[in-house]
């Protein structure tokens, strides 16, 4: 065929279609691949294709050091750009590597349409939780799990639900100390009233005081004409949450401590001051004996929170837990995403079992969420769960288990064996390999050159 019908063929394609030579450098680049990516005919042909892209962006260097065709593959060549890419090696008739090409279809509005239907998905999860958890019998049975540990934290709090006492919720990061608060004040008898949650970590020094006790009009420069109520005003006759309250300056532990003290607040700017019906709850990570020993934390504010002390169990002490918790995040997930229920074999159990959970229930949560999404497999294994656990290259700075490797050791062990032995199980073929793995070829050869497989077949 003549080169000026080939040429006038590929021009006429609705994908994306690149050429390179094995310097790299861009011989054909389509009009298709012109609109995808926004890049001239007349400045990319004949320069290096990296100059462009980053090289981990792109498939058809991958297939020219590979020397490996790819076939409908998924790929992110840039953040805004989703494609489904076909790209092979060029050989001459002697069998020389000359170049690469590729085509890429531009998948991105069906992308963007998925993404769209999955938010429309989770909307509709969420009514259907709002609708089970009207169906639930205590506000605490969202504190789930049935071990020793949890109990007595639930049997406190249940307590402390049938008063109007000061109530201290300790606990490491990730253990539910907001679901906990959130739990009391709906079996209190202030449930009719708002719940007003404050993040006293998240919050400017600046603007701790007119977030917390508002402003009167014109108290300063930008002030709304009418004023403003904070948050403290904004619970009256319900609760207010103070999270992090270790994080509150010292200054401001003084004006909270003559809140809790005469229960009046004064607006910035206002000298009257008015009388408030709020019920405090304040929570944090932090050890508050230890700043107090520091002059970090008043003393005073601190037995003013301290009336009631409830401590969140971290996963570690309530191991009995994470099988009811685990079901109940694939669940949950699963419905959300409109996916099947994975199912964790006996291996992935006791894994989850010998791990640490340093995030808590949050990190064991993220883990569920990410197996819904990420996995194929019906049935998870040990050797699949590790895959979930932490980035595919973590840098730990000690050990993350409770046996000699740390987990991402573990995982690259597993992963090299699984690879010796399935290569052997294949008679040494690396693409009937690959599709034993579930992995792509590209990143079958990126594993045996990371983890210097022997390849014997």
């Not at 861009?26 to 892209?53: C, G, H, M, P």
């Not at 709090?157 to 490491?172: D, F, P, V, Y």
């Not at 199912?343 to 883990?367: C, F, H, S, T």
């Not at 569920?368 to 996995?375: A, G, K, P």
């Amino acid at each position: 065929m003549d080169i000026h019908y080939m040429k006038a063929i590929l021009e006429a394609e609705d994908d994306a279609i690149t050429v390179i030579n094995r310097n790299k450098e861009v011989i054909f680049w389509n009009d298709a691949a012109v609109k995808t990516y926004n890049i001239r005919q007349s400045e990319i042909l004949n320069k290096k294709i990296n100059d462009f892209f980053h090289h981990d962006d792109l498939m058809v260097l991958t297939v020219l050091k590979t020397r490996e065709s790819v076939k409908n593959t998924y790929h992110r060549p840039r953040h805004d750009k989703h494609v489904v890419i076909n790209a092979s090696p060029v050989f001459d008739r002697h069998g020389v590597l000359i170049g690469a090409v590729s085509v890429e279809r531009d998948i991105t509005q069906i992308v963007k349409l998925n993404d769209n239907l999955i938010t429309t998905s989770a909307e509709l999860y969420e009514l259907r939780k709002k609708v089970y958890t009207a169906k639930e019998d205590s506000p605490f049975s969202k504190l789930k799990g049935n071990s020793q540990a949890l109990q007595k934290t639930v049997q406190i709090a249940k307590k402390a639900a049938n008063t109007n006492a000061t109530t201290l919720i300790l606990g490491e990061s990730g253990t539910g100390k907001e679901i906990c608060a959130r739990a009391i004040h709906e079996a209190s008898n202030r449930k009719d009233g708002p719940f007003i949650p404050v993040n006293c970590g998240a919050i400017p020094s600046a603007l701790f005081e007119s977030e917390l006790f508002g402003y009167e009009g014109g108290a300063f420069t930008g002030a709304e004409k009418n004023g403003k109520a904070g948050k403290i005003e904004m619970a009256e006759g319900g609760t207010i949450f103070l999270d992090e309250v270790g994080e509150l300056p010292l200054e401001m532990q003084v004006k909270l401590l003559r809140v809790l003290q005469e229960n009046e607040i004064y607006r910035i700017g206002d000298t009257t001051g008015k009388k408030v019906n709020v019920r405090f709850l304040a929570a944090t990570n932090q050890d508050l004996e230890k700043q107090m020993n520091e002059k970090k934390f008043r003393s005073d504010l601190f037995y003013r929170l301290n009336v009631i002390q409830i401590r969140m169990p971290p996963l570690r002490e309530r191991m009995e837990d994470i099988a009811e918790l685990s079901h109940i995040f694939l669940h949950q997930f699963a419905s959300q995403y409109q996916t099947p229920i994975p199912k964790l074999e006996k291996d992935a159990l006791q894994l989850m079992l010998d791990y640490e959970w340093p995030g808590n229930i949050r990190e064991l949560r993220n883990v569920m969420q990410r197996i819904v999404i990420l996995s194929e497999k019906p049935i998870i294994h040990g050797a699949d769960l590790y895959h979930f656990f932490l980035p595919s290259n973590p840098t730990p700075t000690k050990s993350m288990v409770k046996e000699t490797l740390s987990l991402p050791q573990e995982k690259e062990e597993i992963e090299r064996k699984l690879i010796e032995e399935t290569l052997n199980k294949m008679n040494g073929n690396k693409s009937a390999t690959a599709r034993k793995l579930g992995i792509s070829r590209v990143t079958l050869y990126n594993r045996i050159k990371k983890y210097e497989v022997n390849i014997d077949k």
